[in-house]
RNA sequence: GGGGGAAUGUCCCGAGCGGCAAAGGGGGCGGACUGUAAAUCCGCUGCGUAAGCUUCGCAGGUUCGAGUCCUGCUUCCCCCA
């Protein structure tokens, strides 16, 4: 692994962050002799970030840390158009409204990742709407659209996978590319921005941007990407029971976050601390040698730290404090996900899986009733195999609820009320 | 403009002589084994307590019966112009 002579490069290649860069060479002696200001976009697609958005905010964290200031674009203007990249299919238009509360879903999450403020290296936030929405067509056409070939465009990967799979490509999502490239010009133009970063499937679109900025501002520019995440099992990261791991706390409990990262593949501890934690490498090494049961150490050490960064200390403590208590001690906590249910409906008794899909263990009682037969579903540690049990008030136990499981790590406490 | 093909189980791929709730994968979930891991093995994977109900691009039609045949429409692909 080669040395480098700035902190930021530095940290990224010890932790395994970089996948490719234009030129790490003048970037590297760039940011060694300054702060440098670098940015990453997010596209305002859902209304919470996910896991798999994580390595590049952390490559925002590191950039700050390190002593640079990091710019978060948010793509109002961009999300309107869709961003085709590596995507078989176009994806649905969202409204202005959409996008509009999607971006005050995403916002919250950076702020426990870097400090914002008006300071040399603070992290700003900005929207690609304020100045892409201004362009008139012909207008657009003619600043950008000249410095842009058709048959440059059409031998992006990201392009000619569509294309050799058979698929539209839409006039809109073609013009994709050039609003990315746009952004980096524009940051640069405003903010002396130099590097723009994201995931490998990017490659394409920030190269772009690169040239862009450097004919049109005959300024150096940079671009630097991730390698794409896997588990070490090869599937894709940032998913779990309920769906996509999501940073926003509304979205996805803390607890479920914290068990996310519990449940990691041993053969990524150590990847997963590089890349998900501000643990000390030192540290890293240390714990990502140990080996079976006691790997399991590291693990909970992981969990913490990833939470940490996204939830606060006191969010992860609880989070562990719970887990240990219902995996390693069998004792419930009040803090694992509670439902309320009406007292009055326990009280004539409901069915166990009705009862599962309310409380939403199961998306319908057939489910329920399947997942009770192959021995899924526990009520009170005690498996039934009959979903058409009835859970009545005589289930509550000495604090009160209902301990409902769905397989072993899937707990959810019954409250009447 | 002409000719030929395709759309299948609300995750994906993909079989399907007129009797099909629809083969097989992948993925997901559950069980066993373990360490809240991986690998492996087993089970489940449309809705309904049930009778039953609703599925194969959309709308009609033929038939006792249609994913399967006919007509029209939509979308996509290929070839010719």
Known sequence: MTSFKSDFLNVLSERGFIHQCTDAEALDTLASA????????????????HAGHLVQIMLLYWLQKTGNKPIVLMGGGTTKVGDPTFKDTQRPLLTDEQIQSNMNGIKSVFNSFLNFGDGATDAIMVNNDDWLSGFGYIEFLRTFGTHFTINRMLTFDSVKLRLEREQPMTFLEFNYMLMQAVDFRELNST?????????????GNIVNGVELTRRLNQKAAFGLTTPLLTTASGAKMGKTVGGAVWLNADALSPYDYWQYWRNTEDADVGKFMRLFTDLPMDEIRRLEALQGVEINEAKKILADAATRLVHGEAAAATARDTAQKAFEQGVLSADLPTVEVARAELEAGIMLAALTTKIGLTQSNGEARRLAQGGGLRVNDTAITDGNQAVTLADLNADGVIKVAQGKKKIVLVKPV
């Not at 300054?34 to 970030?49: H, M, Q, R």
């Not at 903010?191 to 490659?203: A, E, K, R, T």
Request: glycine share 18%.
């Open 34 to 49: 300054g702060p440098i200001t670098g940015y990453i976009g997010y596209d305002a697609t859902a209304s919470s970030l």
């Open 191 to 203: 903010y002396n921005c130099v590097l723009q970063m994201g995931g490998s499937d990017q490659w």
